[in-house]
């Protein structure tokens, strides 16, 4: 006895082909991770919060601008402050911290605080009272992680103050 072949139309092979291959395709067209844009931090004011004989504890005000439609989160924020001595920049304090919720396609202000030691602080207005004013310089970096997509940030911001400025 011969074994009996069977044939399968060419049409049967197909059809299961491209309909699970249009299922994946519309599967996966809605899980397409949009291209995200680059926040800004933004140093928007220093604060004096309270004055000791050792010690002068700032405030510094910090602006994130997320053009994202998701929210990220803050996890660190790292500066440093100087102040212009002689044409070389002095080191006036150091601050850090996170865990700052960022919302989406808005912008966020957030408060970090800073201690300044007095002694230096003393030194940066003495040479603001000899040049006629105080040049500061705020430098550091965030990071905001969005979940997806991890960005790390620097911002940048010199200002002169003169004796007697608010």
């Known amino acids: 006895m011969r074994p009996r072949q069977t044939s399968i139309p060419a049409g049967c092979i197909w059809r299961p082909a491209v309909t699970l291959l249009v299922a994946v395709l519309l ?3 809605g899980c397409a991770v949009p291209a995200l844009q680059e926040p800004t931090i933004t140093l928007s004011g220093v ?3 309270n004055v000791t004989p050792r ?3 700032l405030s510094l005000h910090l602006i994130i601008h997320n053009p994202n439609p998701i929210g990220a989160t ?4 790292s500066f440093d402050v100087y102040f212009l001595d002689g044409g070389e920049w002095v080191f006036l304090a150091h601050g850090e911290r996170g865990g700052f919720a960022i919302q989406p396609d808005a912008e966020t202000a957030i408060s970090i605080p800073v201690t300044v030691d007095n002694l230096r602080l003393v030194q940066g207005l003495l040479r603001g009272l000899a040049d006629g004013a105080v040049t500061l310089r705020v430098t550091g970096s965030g990071v905001l992680d969005f979940g997806i ?3 790390e940030v620097p911002f940048e911001r010199t200002v002169e103050v003169q004796p007697g400025q608010a």
Do not use: G, K, P
């Open 47 to 49: 604060e004096i919060e």
């Open 74 to 77: 803050l996890t660190r924020v």
């Open 149 to 151: 997509a991890t960005f």
């Open 55 to 57: 010690s002068t504890d």
């Open 27 to 29: 599967c996966s067209a």
